[in-house]
């Protein structure tokens, strides 16, 4: 948990941050309910992650949200890194990223690190942070092998996942394309619905506690 004090008039404004893995909704709770008399917070950004740990390296993946806009980041050593699925300023965006690369450059070693770690988050602003349960399921991508698809999509899927400028293909050769990665699915979009499915209970609940014990001023 950490608190950021926010530049402004007076530099009033106090932005708050806490990652429920690590600190309990009670403790949270607790913890700022001094800031209570203001009631004047907002909740600002709902984010639900998937982490998938020693499971499978998404390098070896294409991912696809279709009529949503991308945009990748790939290490200095040409490999997939971050993948982004929808505007910084968009109330729905999904970002899939390699989250033992992140951890090695914060300083951890790879010892201590696990063999693969992948994360996939879904960030939610606004009326999509408020219909969280139904708007998750939505941006979820389908995951298909590269090793899966016919040499001429492997090669499209090759050019989308390094963020390369793909403009001259057609409409119709990306519609066809997104086709084959469809037949081609993995099950993970259904491991993570399922996963997803198995945990909104305990999320609903440390969400609403966070709604009911602070007069917000919006989500």
């Given at each position: 948990?950490?608190?950021?004090?926010?530049?402004?008039?007076?530099?009033?404004?106090?932005?708050?941050?806490?990652?429920?893995?690590?600190?309990?909704?009670?403790?949270?709770?607790?913890?700022?309910?001094?800031?209570?008399?203001?009631?004047?917070?907002?909740?600002?950004?709902?984010?639900?992650?998937?982490?998938?740990?020693?499971?499978?390296?998404?390098?070896q993946f294409v991912f696809?949200?279709?009529?949503?806009?991308?945009?990748?980041?790939?290490?200095?050593?040409?490999?997939?890194?971050?993948?982004?699925?929808?505007?910084?300023?968009?109330?729905?965006?999904?970002?899939?990223?390699?989250?033992?690369?992140?951890?090695?450059?914060?300083?951890?070693?790879?010892?201590?690190?696990?063999?693969?770690?992948?994360?996939?988050?879904?960030?939610?602003?606004?009326?999509?942070?408020?219909?969280?349960?139904?708007?998750?399921?939505?941006?979820?991508?389908?995951?298909?092998?590269?090793?899966?698809?016919?040499?001429?999509?492997?090669?499209?899927?090759?050019?989308?996942?390094?963020?390369?400028?793909?403009?001259?293909?057609?409409?119709?050769?990306?519609?066809?394309?997104?086709?084959?990665?469809?037949?081609?699915?993995?099950?993970?979009?259904?491991?993570?619905?399922s996963t997803f499915n198995?945990n909104v209970h305990q999320?609903?609940?440390?969400?609403?506690?966070?709604?009911?014990?602070?007069?917000?001023?919006?989500?």
């Open positions: 948990m950490a608190m950021y004090y926010l530049p402004g008039n007076d530099n009033q404004g106090v932005r708050i941050e806490f990652n429920p893995n690590y600190i309990s909704v009670d403790e949270v709770i607790k913890r700022i309910s001094f800031l209570t008399s203001r009631n004047d917070f907002r909740l600002s950004r709902l984010d639900i992650a998937f982490d998938l740990v020693n499971e499978h390296d998404l390098r696809d949200l279709p009529r949503v806009k991308r945009n990748g980041f790939k290490s200095s050593s040409g490999h997939l890194e971050t993948m982004y699925f929808g505007a910084s300023t968009s109330s729905k965006r999904l970002r899939v990223y390699d989250k033992k690369a992140e951890r090695m450059s914060a300083g951890y070693s790879e010892t201590q690190l696990a063999n693969s770690w992948w994360r996939i988050e879904v960030q939610l602003r606004h009326a999509a942070a408020c219909d969280w349960k139904h708007t998750v399921p939505t941006m979820l991508p389908v995951f298909t092998r590269m090793s899966d698809l016919p040499e001429l999509y492997r090669l499209i899927s090759i050019g989308m996942m390094s963020d390369a400028d793909m403009s001259f293909l057609s409409k119709q050769k990306l519609r066809t394309w997104r086709s084959k990665i469809c037949s081609a699915q993995t099950d993970l979009k259904d491991v993570l619905l198995d999320l609903d609940v440390q969400i609403n506690t966070i709604l009911d014990n602070f007069e917000l001023e919006s989500v």
